[in-house]
């Protein structure tokens, strides 16, 4: 009998140490979505270290103690003179290495933004270069528009950029890609889509079968070309193709001014290409996996990955400590009752 009361007392007192906890998550959670977000903060992570992690790691399973004690005094020999060599001259080649993974709207603009600002901070002109790891399908002419002018203060600053494209750049993607000097592109990678589309679904004609009247109020001729509800005229539907090619135009000159040697004509049909096909339509420079091309690297450069995140607030630094103490709270529950 005294063994389940003890049972009892001590399942009582874990429940109400799991719902006190809970109870100040809860609180917590409320306060820290109300909270005003804070700025980001940039990450810089060395993938050359990266590299050497990984070389230990292997080292450590292949060789035997021997060779591992001789290694081990043979890496310190070159670090001491490395150290040396680079007191005596000015540091090499970095690269900065920046993700750009896209959506629609291009929402990861602004944390590009940021990114290259930090870049432009400390990046030297002539002698370093940016990698954009890019993956995007398109989407907003403002959007992706905005993400191309960003690549380009980077080359306008002397800075070489080279955009690497594992799966796709299209339409909006490959606007950014051609922003840089060089695209480099794994051979199966979609590239291309240079063209301009706007879906516009109408019910002017559902409307009018069910007697439903709609009326929009504009000023100016051209004010609502086109409307989801409204009848399109064919004075309308003109004037918003006539902007659909103009659109087009200024995609096909910004190509265009990018990259000179493509036969713009032959390209921007909206048509688009795997990069293995767009290699010798000048759309790519070189096929290669991004993996690959800063692997090659690793031994001439510096590399450092370079990305932002969002600073947690109190409440939220408080609330994910909290979690962890609620899952080891419970664990501790189940593992004294097994």
Not at 62 to 81: C, E, N, P, S
Not at 291 to 303: C, P, Q, S, V
Request: glycine share 8%; with cysteine; net charge positive.
């Amino acid at each position: 009998m005294t063994f389940w009361l003890d049972l009892a007392a001590f399942l009582i007192k874990a429940l109400i140490i799991v719902a006190a906890i809970g109870g100040l998550a809860f609180l917590i959670a409320r306060l820290a979505r109300s909270s005003e977000p804070k700025d980001e903060e940039i990450k810089v992570r060395s993938l050359n270290e990266r590299y050497d992690d990984m070389l230990d790691a292997m080292n450590a399973e292949l060789l035997d103690k021997k060779q591992r004690k001789a290694l081990v005094k043979a890496r310190k020999k070159q670090a001491k003179a490395a150290a040396k060599a680079r007191r005596n001259q000015e540091p090499g080649k970095r690269i900065y290495v920046l993700a750009f993974k896209g959506d629609m709207r291009a929402s990861a603009v602004k944390r590009l933004g940021s990114e290259i600002d930090a870049v432009l901070t400390v990046a030297r002109p002539g002698t370093d270069e940016v990698v954009l790891r890019l993956q995007s399908p398109g989407g907003t002419v403002t959007g992706y528009g905005l993400a191309a002018a960003e690549i380009l203060r980077l080359r306008e600053r002397n800075i070489k950029v080279t955009a690497s494209v594992d799966q796709v750049a299209a339409s909006g993607g490959y606007m950014m890609a051609s922003a840089a000097d060089r695209i480099v592109a794994a051979p199966f990678a979609v590239v291309g889509s240079i063209g301009v589309v706007a879906p516009v679904p109408n019910l002017h004609r559902l409307l009018q079968k069910n007697e439903i009247d709609f009326e929009e109020m504009t000023a100016g001729e051209f004010k609502r070309s086109v409307s989801v509800l409204g009848e399109i005229t064919p004075a309308g539907r003109e004037h918003f193709r006539g902007k659909l090619e103009d659109t087009h135009g200024a995609f096909k000159h910004f190509v265009q001014q990018c990259r000179p040697n493509v036969d713009i004509d032959r390209v921007a049909n909206g048509d688009h290409w795997l990069a293995s096909e767009a290699l010798p339509l000048g759309l790519v420079d070189e096929l290669s996996t991004g993996d690959e091309y800063l692997f090659r690297a690793r031994d001439g450069a510096r590399l450092y990955e370079v990305s932002t995140e969002m600073r947690k607030t109190l409440a939220q630094q408080l609330l994910s400590g909290l979690g962890i103490a609620a899952r080891n709270a419970t664990d501790f529950a189940i593992a004294k009752l097994s």
